[in-house]
């Protein structure tokens, strides 16, 4: 996962030519303009990308696979700087599909993916970042937070919207500055997605006194629950961007 940065916008890469059975679309804009290919279940929705796109001159849309086996073409052939995967397509087969992808030739995919569906909990926000998709997003996210979104990952970052974070807001009278040392060896761990058992075992404690340490934890930072920590973990590192 990339930490957020900024820089200026390296040109994309010349397409190659298309994987057979995927729509394609040549924009007349320079070469700067961020590739955009989207993968979805749903035709109208992709329809409604490319509408979007045509409006922005920055982001061109590239090609929209019709299936994940259509989409590995893509990301192997054509490389775009982001493609937009449908959480439709069902939570095991993307976290599948993304570990094949960041796994080919041994090498993590250049193409940033950018996750959505009608809605996205903490937990499978969580799993998609730690699978390797650089990008969280709603179906129902507004304009602005869609191109955000694309701009974002485009640029080698990672992005994720704030909705996700509905469950897990911290109360800044809570400073992490506040937990304990053991609390903060916890937390540590829970952000880096150990269970209970685990975490009982790596520190020499009880689960049981795990559980009382993460009772603490969400008392101390109003965040509810294991990954809201853990998400939060990744804001506060600055290697999720969120907006305001």
């Known amino acids: 996962m990339n930490v957020i940065s900024t820089g200026s916008t390296a040109a994309a890469p010349a397409a190659t030519p298309p994987a057979t059975g995927v729509a394609t679309e040549s924009v007349g804009l320079g070469p700067s303009a961020k590739s955009i290919a989207?993968?979805?279940?749903?035709?109208?929705?992709?329809?409604?990308?490319?509408?979007?796109?045509?409006?922005?001159?920055?982001?061109?849309?590239?090609?929209?696979?019709?299936?994940?086996?259509?989409?590995?073409?893509?990301?192997?052939?054509?490389?775009?700087?982001?493609?937009?995967?449908?959480?439709?397509?069902?939570?095991?087969?993307?976290?599948?599909?993304?570990?094949?992808?960041?796994?080919?030739?041994?090498?993590?995919?250049?193409?940033?993916?950018?996750?959505?569906?009608?809605?996205?909990?903490?937990?499978?926000?969580?799993?998609?970042?730690?699978?390797?998709?650089?990008?969280?997003?709603?179906?129902?996210?507004g304009v602005q937070a869609v191109v955000a979104c694309l701009r974002t990952v485009a640029g080698g970052r990672t992005w994720m919207e704030d909705c996700v974070f509905r469950d897990s807001t911290r109360a800044d009278r809570y400073p992490h500055s506040e937990l304990t040392a053991r609390e903060q060896q916890v937390l540590e761990l829970v952000e880096q997605g150990f269970k209970n058992k685990e975490i009982a075992t790596e520190l020499g404690i009880r689960p049981g006194t795990v559980k009382i340490h993460l009772k603490h934890i969400f008392e101390k930072t109003g965040v509810r629950g294991r990954y809201g920590l853990a998400l939060n973990g990744l804001r506060d590192r600055g290697l999720v961007s969120v907006p305001a």
């Open 38 to 141: 989207i993968c979805d279940t749903q035709p109208v929705t992709t329809e409604g990308v490319r509408n979007l796109l045509r409006g922005i001159t920055d982001l061109k849309f590239l090609t929209a696979p019709e299936s994940l086996a259509q989409a590995t073409e893509v990301v192997r052939k054509q490389s775009p700087d982001v493609l937009i995967l449908d959480k439709g397509f069902g939570i095991q087969a993307v976290l599948d599909w993304l570990g094949e992808v960041q796994a080919a030739n041994g090498t993590p995919s250049k193409t940033g993916i950018v996750v959505w569906g009608v809605s996205v909990t903490e937990a499978e926000a969580l799993r998609f970042l730690q699978a390797g998709a650089r990008g969280i997003l709603r179906k129902s996210a």
